[in-house]
């Protein structure tokens, strides 16, 4: 069984940093896929960086140059440090991975698709 338990949200004001981290388990190690979403208010779940099979690491348009994703050696812990935050990152942020299922799958920026979630933590940021 996948569990993502994130953690490392909170308030800040724009320009601020938050380091946000998700303690993984149960995904897939054969064929791994995991990464950071969003979702804001009144609007859908947005992919922000994942990892590829191979490693490398792809990141949203949106994020790109502010946002840094990072793994521990064994990928049992993902972050997502995250820089100059601005009112329209204020949005609940969820580490996501590829389940044992094919159902409910979401693509990621990498291009790899994830299917389970954390329970997500806000971030706030305000002007």
């Known amino acids: 069984q996948v569990q993502l338990v994130e953690s490392g949200g909170g308030s800040v004001q724009a320009g601020g940093s938050l380091r946000l981290s998700c303690a993984a388990s149960?995904?897939?190690?054969?064929?791994?896929?995991l990464g950071w979403f969003r979702q804001a208010p009144g609007k859908g779940r947005e992919g922000l960086a994942s990892?590829?099979?191979?490693?490398?690491?792809i990141y949203a348009d949106s994020v790109k140059g502010r946002f840094t994703m990072s793994a521990d050696d064994a990928k049992d812990t993902l972050y997502l440090q995250m820089n100059s935050l601005q009112p329209d990152d204020d949005a609940i942020y969820y580490c996501?991975?590829?389940?044992?299922?094919?159902?409910?799958?979401?693509?990621?920026?990498?291009?790899?698709?994830?299917?389970?979630w954390g329970q997500g933590t806000q971030v706030t940021v305000s002007p």
């Open positions: 149960g995904y897939s190690r054969s064929d791994p896929c």
């Open positions: 990892f590829g099979s191979d490693g490398t690491i």
């Open positions: 996501a991975a590829r389940g044992p299922t094919s159902t409910g799958l979401r693509i990621t920026p990498s291009g790899c698709w994830v299917n389970a």
